[in-house]
């Protein structure tokens, strides 16, 4: 299916579509190191983003990538201690990055309860959008990131913004999330203002409880309604779906 700018590919189960992402995020990052010699990733948690760095450490091809000059940042994070498991950055580095020879100034983890901020979640997301901006280019407010990862709740929240929430409406770049329904109930976010400046965004969803939030947000939804509706990548939006996320879907607009 595709609109605009926006592309739904479909897949057997999770695991062949966490394969499919990590395949494409490696052809993806040689093809844009080929051109500008670095690129840049934002990374996502839950099964399927974490599923796809896993597919990655272990695929050949991830040599053909030139890890020490890949920025890597994060779209969301728990704000809970740095060693907690619930933490996106510990499950990546597990999965993947303690695996790779980086550059450790180009990782950029959010900040963690008693950290540098200590339980101050919202100087945490001025501290993020900060280091955001000073890494963007000239009249740029974040970087252009060459691909954003996704993930999507059952009811449609994409990062930390929950549908209805205030976060749905915060122009902020990175703001602090408060009364989170799903716990823990303090995160930060990145917003829709930051998301979409990426030049690709990857919504990688799977499972039959997630099927009625997909059909949604692709047959026009508003973004209060389905956060999910509301990303957009500025050259491309791919929704990567397993068969179960996708069976509200017509087949005749899946591809596969």
């Known amino acids: 299916m595709t609109g605009a700018n926006r592309t739904v590919v479909v897949f057997k189960d999770p695991d062949v579509l966490a394969a499919s992402i990590a395949a494409r995020l490696l052809t993806r990052l040689v093809d844009v190191q080929a051109v500008r010699g670095e690129a840049s990733i934002v990374l996502t948690g839950g099964g399927v983003g974490i599923g796809a760095l896993r597919h990655v450490r272990e695929s050949p091809a991830r040599a053909a990538v030139d890890w020490r000059?890949?920025?890597?940042?994060?779209g969301d994070e728990r704000f809970v201690p740095a060693d907690d498991p619930a933490r996106n950055e510990r499950q990546a580095r597990e999965a993947l990055l303690d695996h790779l020879d980086l550059d450790p100034a180009r990782v950029h983890p959010m900040g963690a309860l008693g950290g540098p901020d200590g339980d101050d979640a919202d100087a945490a997301a001025t501290r993020y959008a900060a280091e955001l901006a000073a890494a963007a280019g000239p009249d740029q407010e974040v970087p252009a990131f060459d691909v954003l990862m996704l993930g999507m709740g059952p009811e449609g929240h994409?990062?930390?913004?929950?549908?209805e929430s205030p976060a749905v409406h915060d122009?902020?770049?990175?703001?602090?999330v408060h009364g989170c329904p799903k716990p823990p109930p303090t995160r930060i976010s990145m917003g829709f203002r930051t998301i979409n400046c990426a030049r690709e965004v990857w919504l990688g969803v799977a499972g039959a409880d997630k099927a009625t939030a997909v059909a949604m947000a692709l047959r026009g939804a508003g973004r209060a309604q389905i956060p999910?509706?509301?990303?957009?990548?500025?050259?491309?939006?791919?929704?990567?779906?397993?068969?179960a996320a996708a069976a509200q879907l017509p087949r005749d607009l899946r591809r596969r």
Do not use: K, M, N
């Open 69 to 74: 000059h890949v920025d890597i940042w994060w």
């Open 158 to 163: 994409v990062a930390s913004i929950f549908p």
């Open 171 to 176: 122009e902020r770049t990175v703001f602090a």
């Open 228 to 243: 999910a509706a509301g990303v957009e990548g500025r050259l491309q939006t791919l929704w990567l779906l397993d068969e």
